[in-house]
């Protein structure tokens, strides 16, 4: 693991037009930091599914609010954090997208998306800071799918008064 790991970091205006820049850095720094293009496209889409979230659930479609992002590449994995400035969610009551009831809805899928293309996914919310997904994806996993619905161990909510 790199001890000054190399880092992108941006903030971007809580607007829907952002997901598409968001998305073009994570293929970038993706390259960058050796995925092969499968691996790009999963970590694209799971910052794609992120910064939606972000925009749409967190900071409501609220374009005074922003959305910051923060690339980390380690020798061994690229570590994404997300952050928006809403209000926080409890991911372990986000329904499973695969229930029956839930098959044919058209919205709900993208938690289960990151789950499933990423080798971590982590929810924090700290009041006044905002939520804040945390994306690892290591180089050259051997991981099998978690097919999204396993690994919530990854998942905490933590909180400072």
């Known amino acids: 693991m ?3 790991p190399s880092v992108v970091e941006v903030i971007l205006e809580s607007d829907l037009k952002n997901v598409e820049v968001a998305e073009e850095i994570a293929r970038r720094v ?11 496209h999963r ?3 799971a910052v794609h599914e992120s910064m939606i979230n ?3 659930h967190g900071n409501k479609n609220d374009a005074s609010k922003t959305v910051w992002l923060r ?3 380690f020798n061994d994995r690229l570590e994404i954090r997300i952050r928006d400035q809403g209000n926080g969610f409890d991911p ?3 329904p499973n997208p695969l229930a029956m009831e839930n098959i044919l809805k058209v919205s709900g899928r993208g938690i289960f998306l990151i789950r499933t293309f990423m ?3 982590r929810v924090s919310h700290e009041p006044g800071r905002g939520t804040e997904v945390t994306l690892v994806k290591r180089v050259h996993s051997d991981r099998q799918s ?9 998942e905490s909510r933590s909180s400072t008064s």
Do not use: K, L, P, Y
């Open 43 to 45: 970590i694209e889409m």
């Open 119 to 121: 080798d971590e996914f």
């Open 146 to 154: 978690q097919q999204g619905g396993t690994g919530r161990e990854h």
């Open 2 to 4: 790199a001890e000054n």
């Open 30 to 40: 993706s390259g960058t930091a050796g995925f092969e293009e499968d691996d790009q």
């Open 54 to 56: 972000a925009i749409w």
């Open 71 to 73: 690339f980390q590449i």
């Open 92 to 94: 372990g009551g986000v």
